[in-house]
């Protein structure tokens, strides 16, 4: 098993729409969890880090159930431009960060 | 700040033969990792560095070697290339506050390696 799975999409959204994402992690010691955003042949950037109460950041909310071992994206009135490769990413410690595969979300007209 | 840089961005190898891929950071930043993307595939971790001196395998360090010798430089070692490291490498640094987790990794371009 995966130590980060990520269901690979794509998803086929139109634009204005909500769409969430899901994560899962295998190990129950990981310590920090992020979501990082990859647009085609670049390299990753942080879109948020993910704390235990959830945050919200504009139009992208990010939750981690510890217990169940998943981390959750959501996406509010999509845009064009957010289509790109979501990728999970969690902090196992010691300065070791594991990657999902990433998760293609492409936003239509 | 230039930030993470990797030289070179683009790479042709023959089977068998051995290359370094460099990577620097001017951010003082104590963590450094190298990664793997294939086609379709997420980022996976090749061999990372919590320091000057000291590294630590990751997912698939085979076929690859690391050093630490300076804050600054991680380079990644081929010892000798196969096609199956055709692949794109970044190499990524972050900091953490003290007693506190890896915060933000921030990327290199990539370099593009192809292996015939």
């Known amino acids: 098993r995966k130590e980060v799975e990520q269901d690979p999409g794509p998803f086929n959204v139109p634009e204005g729409a909500t769409v969430a994402f899901n994560c899962t992690y295998s190990?129950?010691?990981?310590?920090?969890f992020f979501w990082y955003r990859q647009d085609c042949r670049k390299e990753p950037k942080l879109l948020m880090s993910?704390?235990?109460s959830g945050n919200e950041d504009g139009r992208f909310t990010a939750q981690l159930n510890r217990a169940s071992q998943y981390i959750s994206l959501l996406i509010r009135d999509s845009k064009l431009s957010d289509s790109a490769t979501y990728l999970c990413?969690?902090?196992?410690?010691?300065?070791?960060?594991?990657f999902g595969q990433g998760t293609t979300l492409q936003v239509k007209p | 700040n230039a930030g993470v840089t990797q030289t070179p961005k683009f790479q042709v190898l023959k089977t068998g033969q051995s290359m370094t891929l460099q990577c620097a950071q001017d951010?003082?930043?104590?963590?450094m990792s190298w990664y793997r993307q294939d086609p379709g595939m997420g980022l996976r971790l090749i061999h990372y560095?919590?320091?000057?001196?000291?590294?630590d395998q990751g997912e698939v360090p085979n076929g690859y070697n690391v050093s630490r010798s300076t804050t600054e430089d991680f380079p990644l070692r081929l010892l000798s290339a196969a096609p199956s490291q055709t692949s794109v490498y970044f190499c990524?640094?972050?900091?953490?506050?003290?007693?506190?987790?890896?915060?933000?990794?921030?990327f290199g371009p990539g370099t593009r390696l192809t292996v015939t």
């Open positions: 990524a640094s972050s900091y953490s506050r003290q007693g506190e987790s890896p915060y933000e990794q921030y």
């Open positions: 190990n129950s010691a990981s310590q920090s």
């Open positions: 993910v704390y235990s």
């Open positions: 990413v969690v902090n196992m410690g010691t300065g070791k960060l594991i």
């Open positions: 951010m003082n930043h104590e963590y």
């Open positions: 560095s919590v320091g000057a001196g000291i590294t």
